[in-house]
């Protein structure tokens, strides 16, 4: 074979057996130079990953030696596809609040895109239980909504709320992994790789049909396999555990017959009225069509009703068209009975083969069966490069392994691998702490993010540099910035409260804040949405305002001398209705200072000095407590003093906070 016509080797490997083919490109069509088909000696395969690495392995050997043996040709690279089955698919929805008149531009729509996909990862190794248990093998973007309007591109347009709804396609690595090991045993190296579903879609559904609503069910013999298109795009992937595997065993549950004598019954229905066949007691029997078919009738019922409601699920509602490939699709009446479950004409409900399969080989002889549709896809796939390979690039010294380079960047890779979240690629700016100060809005900015350092093959990059396989990429995450704190003393600098006796009362004075309305701590956080207003107690005249003294009909004395108005006051103060030698106390301001001052669920106590000299402790303050806190002493009390749990021991010292509740 002349070299130049490039050979493509393609490998189909399912449940039951392998078929591979040879081709090459011929005037925009697939020239197909061979194929083959074998069985698995002993079962190998389980759910579409491979169990038995040496038995695939072995499989694939004779195949690929029967092909360089009758083509004369050495056959060394190999496309082959990953079952739908093993696929695991992920919508998730992105809700965006955009500042005000912002326009919504592409590196924009990248990160959230990115972060779309963080989160179906995110999602799906939750389920799995497992970090990085998948590999990302693409994504699309479904739906987007801003202000409340469906948009197919939202790139230049401004608003306020965005949302982006997306799928996003992962595979198992064992189930990746497993499919390599096979190859490199069979010294085969993977040139292309692609997904089941999306093979069979290139051949029975190309991308110039995919604007309308069209359902592929891929019937093989373990599982069938679920895709859906529509508005230009496959939109979702699924999968049911039903296949012709258990029409099969019905037929050897009611015939009395061996697992393979079933498979070859059930596929004689297509063309035979009568079955002779010999059951596990060894009897010759001859079986009509119609009963062997009505043994098996449960079974078809439970496929068609379990694919139907996958479908019915996914997509909302019966689809346009529905194509069945696979062998099990030529089961007797499936079409039918496909159409009748989701109302649709039976005109719509067709079996791909032989008239999909013309649309891409020049030669069709022998390859007519829907059986053929996977293994041609793939063959397909590759030749117009649509299919990819695994390859790897280097995490901090980590390999790893990602479905397709093309157009990636550095921000894909990190995300895409599973093992680092968005948001430490860029980082965030901390939180605003907003609040209001004597009335005036007050903003404090959060710390900005520190940005992620990135070197790619040694060089300086960011997370915008293209990434190629075989590439090495040093990454040190980005730090977010902190939230914006304030304390009451640092958004009043002046803050500064004290103690000020009137008669047998006190009062605070000097400079202090309301929290939302009630008295604040220097040391008291300030919450977003919070209202501060200070207090300015300094003078005698503000003393007076505050406590409503009368100043103009009376006189007041401030530590035993006449108070005026714009006397300075401060910490322990006392202010009297009357002269001293009236009051006959002969109280002195020096005299006031030797009491102890602590603040009791809000309230100044002046506890006189005791009369053995003894220091206060916190059980002392029961005697000042509210009657009803103390009926509850029963049930335990509980006493904090300057914001810590405190035994009832503690010394006291002077302007101490105490809560006893």
């Given amino acids: 074979m002349d070299a130049a016509e490039h050979p493509v080797f393609a490998l189909d490997i399912g449940t039951r057996t392998v078929i591979g083919l040879v081709g090459c490109p011929a005037n925009g069509k697939l020239r197909l130079l061979g194929s083959e088909i074998l069985e698995h000696s002993k079962r190998a395969m389980i759910d579409g990953q491979v169990d038995?690495?040496?038995?695939?392995?072995?499989?694939?050997?004779?195949?690929?030696?029967?092909?360089?043996?009758?083509?004369?040709?050495?056959?060394?690279?190999?496309a082959i596809a990953a079952a739908g089955r093993a696929l695991r698919t992920r919508t998730v929805t992105l809700r965006r609040v955009l500042g005000a008149g912002e326009t919504i531009?592409?590196?924009?729509?990248?990160?959230?895109?990115?972060?779309?996909?963080?989160?179906?990862?995110?999602?799906?190794?939750?389920?799995?239980?497992?970090?990085?248990?998948?590999?990302?093998?693409?994504?699309?973007?479904?739906?987007?909504?801003?202000?409340?309007y469906e948009?197919?591109?939202?790139?230049?347009?401004?608003?306020?709320?965005?949302?982006?709804?997306?799928?996003?396609?992962?595979?198992?690595?064992?189930?990746?992994?497993?499919?390599y090991a096979a190859m490199d045993r069979s010294g085969l190296e993977v040139a292309s790789l692609t997904l089941e579903p999306i093979a069979a879609m290139n051949v029975v559904i190309p991308p110039e049909l995919r604007m309308l609503n069209l359902a592929l069910v891929d019937i093989g013999a373990g599982t069938a396999d679920i895709a859906v298109s529509r508005a230009g795009t496959v939109i979702a992937y699924d999968m049911v555990t039903i296949a012709g595997d258990e029409i099969t065993e019905a037929v050897m549950q009611e015939m009395l017959v061996d697992f393979a004598t079933a498979e070859?019954?059930?596929?004689?229905?297509?063309?035979?009225?009568?079955?002779?066949?010999?059951?596990?007691?060894?009897?010759?029997?001859?079986?009509?069509?119609?009963?062997?078919?009505?043994?098996?009738?449960?079974?078809?019922?439970?496929?068609?009703?379990?694919?139907?409601?996958?479908?019915?699920?996914?997509?909302?509602?019966?689809?346009?068209?529905?194509?069945?490939?696979?062998?099990?699709?030529?089961?007797?009446g499936l079409t039918d009975a496909f159409a009748q479950r989701l109302g649709m004409d039976e005109r719509r409900v067709a079996v791909g083969g032989a008239a999909h399969i013309r649309r891409i080989l020049t030669e069709t002889a022998g390859l007519e069966s829907p059986e053929y549709i996977t293994p041609l896809g793939i063959a397909w796939t590759a030749l117009g490069e649509a299919g990819h390979n695994f390859?790897?690039?280097?995490?901090?010294?980590?390999?790893?392994?990602?479905?397709?380079?093309?157009?990636?960047?550095?921000?894909?890779?990190?995300?895409?691998?599973?093992?680092?979240?968005?948001?430490?690629?860029?980082?965030?700016?901390?939180?605003?702490?907003?609040?209001?100060?004597?009335?005036?809005?007050?903003?404090?900015?959060?710390?900005?993010?520190?940005?992620?350092?990135i070197s790619l093959n040694g060089k300086t990059a960011s997370l915008d540099s293209p990434v190629h396989e075989g590439d090495e990429i040093v990454f040190t995450p980005a730090s977010s910035g902190a939230d914006a704190r304030r304390t009451v003393l640092e958004a009043v600098p002046s803050y500064d409260r004290f103690s000020v006796s009137y008669d047998d009362s006190e009062y605070y004075a000097g400079v202090w804040a309301l929290l939302n309305d009630q008295f604040a701590r220097e040391s008291d956080e300030i919450r977003d949405g919070d209202e501060i207003n200070t207090v300015s107690v300094l003078t005698f005249a503000d003393f007076a305002r505050l406590i409503h003294l009368d100043t103009e009909n009376e006189s007041y004395w401030l530590n035993g001398a006449p108070a005026a108005a714009f006397d300075r006051l401060r910490a322990g103060d006392a202010v009297t209705s009357s002269a001293p030698g009236e009051r006959g106390s002969g109280e002195t301001r020096a005299a006031a200072e030797k009491r102890l001052r602590?603040?009791?669920?809000?309230?100044?106590?002046?506890?006189?000095?005791?009369?053995?000299?003894?220091?206060?402790?916190?059980?002392?303050?029961?005697?000042?407590?509210?009657?009803?806190?103390?009926?509850?002493?029963?049930?335990?009390?509980?006493?904090?003093?300057?914001?810590?749990?405190?035994?009832?021991?503690t010394e006291l010292s002077e302007g101490d906070t105490v809560i006893i509740e």
């Fill in 52 to 78: 038995d690495i040496a038995q695939v392995s072995a499989c694939v050997d004779r195949l690929k030696a029967s092909l360089e043996q009758k083509l004369n040709i050495k056959l060394s690279t190999v």
């Fill in 105 to 148: 531009a592409a590196e924009m729509l990248r990160n959230l895109e990115m972060e779309a996909v963080s989160l179906a990862q995110a999602e799906l190794n939750k389920e799995s239980g497992q970090r990085a248990a998948f590999y990302c093998v693409g994504h699309t973007i479904i739906r987007q909504i801003l202000d409340g």
């Fill in 151 to 179: 948009l197919s591109a939202a790139e230049g347009h401004k608003g306020t709320d965005y949302e982006m709804t997306m799928i996003a396609a992962f595979l198992p690595k064992i189930v990746v992994e497993g499919l």
């Fill in 264 to 332: 070859i019954m059930k596929q004689s229905l297509a063309g035979q009225e009568e079955i002779a066949f010999v059951d596990i007691l060894g009897l010759e029997r001859v079986a009509p069509r119609a009963e062997i078919m009505a043994a098996a009738r449960p079974a078809v019922d439970t496929l068609v009703e379990t694919v139907a409601e996958k479908i019915l699920a996914i997509n909302g509602d019966a689809p346009t068209a529905l194509f069945l490939v696979g062998g099990g699709s030529q089961y007797p």
């Fill in 391 to 453: 390859g790897f690039v280097s995490v901090n010294g980590k390999k790893i392994r990602q479905y397709s380079y093309e157009g990636l960047k550095v921000s894909d890779i990190l995300i895409l691998s599973g093992h680092y979240k968005y948001e430490q690629l860029a980082g965030h700016m901390g939180k605003p702490l907003r609040f209001r100060l004597d009335g005036r809005p007050v903003t404090i900015s959060g710390e900005l993010a520190r940005p992620a350092c």
């Fill in 598 to 649: 602590v603040e009791l669920n809000g309230k100044l106590l002046r506890l006189e000095p005791k009369t053995d000299g003894e220091p206060y402790l916190l059980l002392d303050l029961f005697n000042y407590v509210e009657k009803d806190i103390l009926e509850r002493r029963a049930l335990g009390l509980r006493c904090r003093l300057n914001g810590r749990d405190e035994p009832f021991t």
